[in-house]
Nanobody, 121 residues
Framework: QVQLVESGGDLVQAGGSLRLSCEVSGSFFRINRMAWYRQAPGKQREWVADIRSSGNPNYINYVKDRFIISRSNADNTMYLQMNSLKPEDTAVYLC???????????????WGQGTQVTVSS
């Protein structure tokens, strides 16, 4: 079974920084795309950033100059460095991964439970 566990969420003042982590554990062959999503109260879940196994990142426009996504393939862990945080960044941040469980097999979607980020003004 594959599990994703996020950590690093906290309460922080506007302008502050946080670093989120997402660790993938279990039995699998390879992790392809990894991504961060977020869901604020009363809003739909939205994509924030993703990173391929090659390391190429992509960001939604309004975090592009503030957030940095990275991953360690050796540790099966993804990170999100969030700088210059704003109250509108307040949300539950969820980790997503496309995982190939066996050699030559299909990739499957996995989600973490989320970590709360609260930015006070």
């Amino acid at each position: 079974q594959v599990q994703l566990v996020e950590s690093g969420g906290d309460l922080v003042q506007a302008g502050g920084s946080l670093r989120l982590s997402c660790e993938v554990s279990g039995s699998f062959f390879r992790i392809n795309r990894m991504a961060w999503y977020r869901q604020a109260p009363g809003k739909q879940r939205e994509w924030v950033a993703d990173i391929r196994s090659s390391g190429n990142p992509n960001y939604i426009n309004y975090v592009k100059d503030r957030f940095i996504i990275s991953r360690s393939n050796a540790d099966n862990t993804m990170y999100l460095q969030m700088n210059s945080l704003k109250p509108e960044d307040t949300a539950v941040y969820l980790c997503h991964a496309l995982v190939v469980r066996v050699v030559g097999g299909a990739q499957y979607n996995y989600w973490g439970q989320g970590t709360q980020v609260t930015v006070s003004s």
